[in-house]
T-cell receptor, first 114, second 111 residues
Framework: KAGVTQTPRYLIKTRGQQVTLSCSPISGHRSVSWYQQTPGQGLQFLFEYFSETQRNKGNFPGRFSGRQFSNSRSEMNVSTLELGDSALYLC?????????????FGQGTRLTVV | KQEVTQIPAALSVPEGENLVLNCSFTDSAIYNLQWFRQDPGKGLTSLLLIQSSQREQTSGRLNASLDKSSGRSTLYIAASQPGDSATYLCAGSGSWGKLQFGAGTQVVVTP
């Protein structure tokens, strides 16, 4: 069974640009969550989508946005990149219902802003 | 607001010794408690999920307990091996699957 796939694995962008990251969840999973990981702040929750609807949002500026498609694939967009956006971005998929919410993570996208 | 703390931040043990990793959380109204492993520069690998109605879970050399009343979870790794060297993270699941992570315990197992 295929795991969670994130593309691309690595990105280098310039300040002020925008970037789109992609996440394909495990087949049958309808929930996709996004996290930012930095050495200083650890893992921080960005947002969660279930059946194309954003159910939960973390404390990030509006430059961070996302969406989910009917096949449960999700994209995350960051506009007007800042140096501080350099991080490992991880997505997690789960069934998303009730107590059976074991989360499975992808390998992440390493974003470097220069 | 859920806060998750992991102690110690780092741990070094000789091969064969048992590992005990601690996780504490402030909000006992969590749904699940999940333990992960992360290798440098990689994603997270799920190790064990303890649902709120359970008190422990076991998988091979790993055993995790959950005590919601005291706000604690403990991960035991028996007979550690050099391949167990990694960062171990615990996370509490609250509303709509949002995971609140601890800062992790970095483990080094020396041959």
């Amino acid at each position: 069974k295929a795991g969670v796939t994130q593309t691309p694995r690595y990105l280098i962008k310039t300040r002020g640009q925008q970037v789109t990251l992609s996440c394909s969840p495990i087949s049958g999973h309808r929930s996709v969550s996004w996290y930012q990981q930095t050495p200083g702040q650890g893992l921080q929750f960005l947002f969660e989508y279930f059946s194309e609807t954003q159910r939960n949002k973390g404390n990030f500026p509006g430059r961070f946005s996302g969406r989910q498609f009917s096949n449960s694939r999700s994209e995350m967009n960051v506009s007007t990149l800042e140096l501080g956006d350099s991080a490992l971005y991880l997505c997690a998929s789960s069934l998303g219902r009730g107590e059976n919410t074991e989360a499975f993570f992808g390998q992440g996208t390493r974003l470097t802003v220069v | 607001k859920q806060e998750v703390t992991q102690i110690p931040a780092a741990l070094s043990v000789p091969e064969g010794e048992n590992l005990v990793l601690n996780c504490s959380f402030t909000d006992s109204a969590i749904y699940n408690l999940q333990w992960f492993r992360q290798d440098p520069g990689k994603g997270l690998t799920s190790l064990l999920l303890i649902q709120s109605s359970q008190r422990e879970q076991t998988s091979g050399r790993l055993n995790a307990s959950l005590d919601k009343s005291s706000g604690r979870s403990t991960l035991y790794i028996a007979a550690s091996q050099p391949g167990d060297s990694a960062t171990y993270l615990c996370a509490g699941s609250g509303s709509w699957g949002k995971l609140q992570f601890g800062a992790g315990t970095q483990v080094v197992v020396t041959p």
